[in-house]
């Protein structure tokens, strides 16, 4: 059974940065941040391919960045100049498919996570 975990989730002050990690029960050819604000559309923040491949939504270009521990099958996001915008609750995903990009739909991910809350305050 394929399970992902988040953790790192925190309020922080805008201009703060977090770092989530996602520990995953396996290896796959993508994995990816996505992050719901109440309210709104699950949507695609950044994404990186088994080759180490990224991709960035235009909204975190710059201030995220997506990386992987191969050998110990876990994701992070390391978030940096924190904005009040970037508040949602953060998924990790993964799936098996060799399109991957931050603009992935949320549908065409297999495995998710529960979701780490990220709240950003002004």
């Known amino acids: 059974q394929v399970q992902l975990m988040e953790f790192g989730g925190d309020s922080v002050q805008a201009g703060g940065s977090l770092r989530l990690s996602c520990a995953a029960s396996?290896?796959?050819?993508?994995m990816a941040w996505f992050r719901q604000p109440a309210g709104k559309e699950r949507e695609g923040v950044a994404s990186?391919?088994?080759?180490?491949?990224?991709d960035y939504a235009d909204s975190v270009k710059g201030r995220f960045t997506i990386s992987q521990d191969t050998a110990k099958n876990t994701l992070f996001l390391e978030m940096h100049n924190l904005k009040p915008e970037d508040t949602a609750l953060y998924y990790c995903?993964?799936?098996?498919?060799?399109?991957?990009?931050?603009?992935?739909?949320?549908?065409?991910?297999?495995?998710w996570g529960k979701g780490t809350l990220v709240s950003v305050s002004s």
């Open positions: 990186i391919y088994s080759d180490g491949e990224t």
């Open positions: 396996g290896s796959f050819h993508c």
């Open positions: 995903a993964a799936d098996q498919r060799y399109l991957c990009t931050a603009g992935m739909q949320a549908a065409g991910m297999s495995y």
